[in-house]
């Protein structure tokens, strides 16, 4: 371990940088009520289990490499997931809607325009493990067993969880609602169709701020399953559904940590390349016509179109 912290190989094996790590270790101790074992530090539970998520390794693999018994690597594994779930008051925290959030309000694309957005809702499929018996209820589009995970983040791509009383950007696979504000549909909205063609009309121009602030969960997506392999792998996964949630709850709680001490910006580099050439279409629900909360959510929007586009063609 003592290598492995003064080691520029650090960030390969375990995806984090030996500072970073040696703060997530002394937070766990503080506040995640993990301990030294008779054998096996604090920073050797928490760097086998880091590795395990960044390289997606199974307990019989790591039981080769560290000469302990599969139970072993099992127990470090599981004391190290409870001790990061302990910490999703911590990390994980919700918007109190109070504040506008600094990148719509230091930006006159976005200000006053999206004062009362809070975030960016999205769903991706994460590879579950689950019973014959329960395979119908999870099986996904690509023929395995998935669940989608519907999360929300802030725009400096930190995971939040939804807020009631203001409202979240979602793409136009959800309905236009008071707290879900979907793009217009017909309408383009993908970043890179706007560098071929201009503007042509207001709801283009909506579509177009939409998507710029809409892109921080994908790019949040992104981020997370290169960064923890373990919940993007399309491989069967090594634990049970219960098992694979806290998996998930976990790298999203080590995702917030890192985003503020160990961005590793070559990575959202990467990430921002594939989504800004992404082009991934929803399929649009269909809303009723005496659905009151679809016609607040379509007055909220329809309000901000206005704004902005008169703003934008006066100047």
Same mark, same amino acid.
């Given at each position: 371990?003592?290598?492995?912290?003064?080691?520029?190989?650090?960030?390969?094996?375990?995806?984090?940088?030996?500072?970073?790590?040696?703060?997530?270790?002394?937070?766990?101790?503080? *506040?995640?009520?993990?301990? *030294?074992?008779?054998?096996?530090?604090?920073?050797?539970?928490?760097?086998?289990?880091?590795?395990?998520?960044?390289?997606?390794?199974?307990?019989?693999?790591?039981?080769?490499?560290?000469?302990?018994?599969?139970?072993?690597?099992?127990?470090?594994?599981?004391?190290?997931?409870? &001790? /990061?779930?302990?910490?999703?008051?911590?990390?994980?925290?919700?918007?109190?809607?109070?504040?506008?959030?600094?990148?719509?309000?230091?930006?006159?694309?976005? $200000?006053?325009?999206?004062?009362?957005?809070?975030?960016?809702?999205?769903?991706?499929?994460?590879?579950?493990?689950?019973?014959?018996?329960?395979?119908?209820?999870?099986?996904?589009?690509?023929?395995?067993?998935?669940?989608?995970?519907?999360?929300?983040? &802030?725009?400096?791509?930190?995971?939040?969880?939804?807020?009631?009383?203001?409202?979240?950007?979602?793409?136009?696979? $959800?309905?236009?609602?008071?707290?879900? /504000?979907?793009? $217009?549909?017909?309408?383009?909205?993908?970043?890179?169709?706007?560098?071929?063609?201009?503007?042509?009309?207001?709801?283009?121009?909506?579509?177009?701020?939409? +998507?710029?602030?809409?892109?921080?969960?994908?790019?949040?997506?992104?981020?997370?399953?290169?960064?923890?392999?373990?919940?993007?792998?399309?491989?069967?996964?090594?634990?049970?559904?219960?098992?694979?949630?806290?998996?998930?709850?976990?790298?999203? /709680?080590?995702?917030?940590?890192?985003?503020?001490?160990?961005?590793?910006?070559?990575?959202?580099?990467?990430?921002?390349?594939?989504?800004?050439?992404?082009?991934?279409?929803?399929?649009?629900?269909?809303?009723?016509? *005496?659905?009151?909360? +679809?016609?607040?959510? *379509?007055?909220?929007?329809?309000?901000?179109?206005?704004?902005?586009?008169?703003?934008?063609?006066?100047?």
């Amino acid at each position: 371990m003592s290598r492995l912290r003064n080691s520029e190989k650090c960030y390969d094996v375990i995806r984090i940088g030996p500072q970073a790590f040696q703060g997530l270790c002394d937070i766990l101790r503080r *506040d995640g009520d993990l301990q *030294d074992t008779q054998r096996a530090t604090v920073e050797e539970q928490v760097g086998k289990f880091l590795h395990m998520l960044a390289h997606n390794q199974t307990h019989r693999t790591m039981s080769f490499f560290f000469s302990h018994s599969r139970e072993t690597i099992s127990r470090h594994f599981h004391n190290v997931l409870r &001790s /990061i779930i302990m910490l999703e008051d911590q990390f994980l925290r919700q918007p109190d809607g109070t504040q506008v959030p600094l990148e719509i309000l230091q930006s006159i694309r976005f $200000y006053p325009y999206f004062k009362d957005c809070i975030g960016a809702l999205d769903g991706t499929h994460v590879r579950v493990k689950v019973s014959n018996e329960d395979a119908p209820t999870y099986r996904g589009r690509k023929g395995y067993t998935t669940q989608n995970v519907l999360a929300a983040c &802030s725009f400096d791509l930190k995971f939040t969880y939804v807020l009631p009383g203001k409202y979240y950007l979602v793409d136009a696979g $959800y309905m236009n609602r008071s707290c879900l /504000i979907a793009p $217009y549909r017909g309408v383009r909205y993908h970043l890179k169709e706007y560098s071929v063609r201009p503007l042509e009309n207001a709801k283009e121009f909506f579509n177009l701020r939409h +998507a710029s602030l809409h892109i921080a969960i994908e790019r949040a997506f992104g981020v997370l399953k290169k960064r923890f392999p373990i919940i993007a792998s399309t491989t069967e996964p090594n634990y049970c559904v219960d098992t694979q949630n806290e998996i998930i709850l976990a790298c999203c /709680i080590l995702h917030n940590y890192l985003m503020g001490v160990d961005p590793d910006e070559s990575l959202i580099a990467e990430v921002d390349e594939e989504v800004l050439h992404s082009h991934r279409e929803r399929v649009a629900p269909t809303s009723r016509e *005496d659905d009151e909360d +679809a016609r607040q959510g *379509d007055i909220i929007r329809n309000s901000i179109e206005l704004a902005m586009w008169q703003n934008y063609v006066q100047m």
